[in-house]
């Protein structure tokens, strides 16, 4: 079955910095890569999504970008702000509605 | 739009006895929604999927007897925990899947046994 690996799992950056987060999957059928931000006690809330038929994909100041090739996509915050800190999880999906998620990332960010 | 809502957004029960959590679709018709479990500080575990009107399809190690789903119309799946045991005290989300492959989280529900 499909594996993903997200890094890093802690990342702290000072507010207006950029911020990248790291997910490689394992499955090459793999075709849908979305991006999840979860609050402390909430659920998560879909922030943006990419295709295998596209490389990048831009929405404000978050990007996703995706190398099939290699196996692996990014998540890409730009002009970080302190309400952006929250756990950050990438998964994989090769269709049939089952999606494999990255262990999360941990994203603080300091006024 | 893609809003899903769950209830109770916590509960707590004593050993022994069930609970039922509801997780609506609020502005999409879902075929098939999804029942997930976390514990803190980690990530999502997928427990079963459920379509409506067919039996859910447990995950391998999930007791389809503990927790029991039942996906009676295309806007509401329903999760009981049977006989909850404090080990059942856990983070319960449920997603539902709109267009292809995107699935929408529910706030999540706490669940305390004691």
């Known amino acids: 079955g499909e594996n993903v690996e997200q890094h890093p799992s802690t990342l702290s950056v000072q507010e207006g910095d950029s911020a990248v987060i790291k997910c490689t999957y394992s499955?090459?059928?793999?075709?849908?890569f979305p991006w999840y931000k979860q609050e402390l006690g909430k659920g998560p809330q879909l922030i943006i999504d990419i295709r295998s038929n596209v490389g990048e994909k831009k929405d404000q100041r978050i990007a996703v970008t995706l190398n099939k090739t290699a196996k692996h996509f990014s998540l890409h915050i730009t002009e970080t702000q302190p309400e952006d800190s929250a756990v950050y999880f990438c998964a994989a999906s090769p269709g049939y509605s089952t999606l494999t998620f990255g262990k999360g990332t941990m994203l603080l960010v300091s006024p | 739009g893609a809003v899903v809502s769950q209830h109770p957004s916590w509960v707590i029960c004593k050993s022994g006895t069930s609970v039922k959590i509801e997780c609506r679709s609020l502005d999409f018709q879902a075929t098939t929604m999804f029942w997930y479990r976390q514990f803190p500080k980690q990530s999502l575990m997928l427990m079963a999927t459920s379509n409506e009107g067919s039996k859910a399809t447990y995950e391998q190690g999930v007791e389809k007897d503990k927790f029991l789903i039942n996906h009676a119309s295309l806007t509401l799946s329903t999760l009981t925990v049977t006989s909850a045991h404090p080990e059942d005290s856990s983070f319960y989300i449920c997603?539902?899947?709109?267009?292809?492959?995107?699935?929408?989280f529910g706030p999540g529900t706490r669940l305390t046994v004691t």
């Open positions: 997603s539902a899947e709109q267009g292809f492959d995107e699935q929408y």
């Open positions: 499955d090459s059928a793999s075709n849908y």
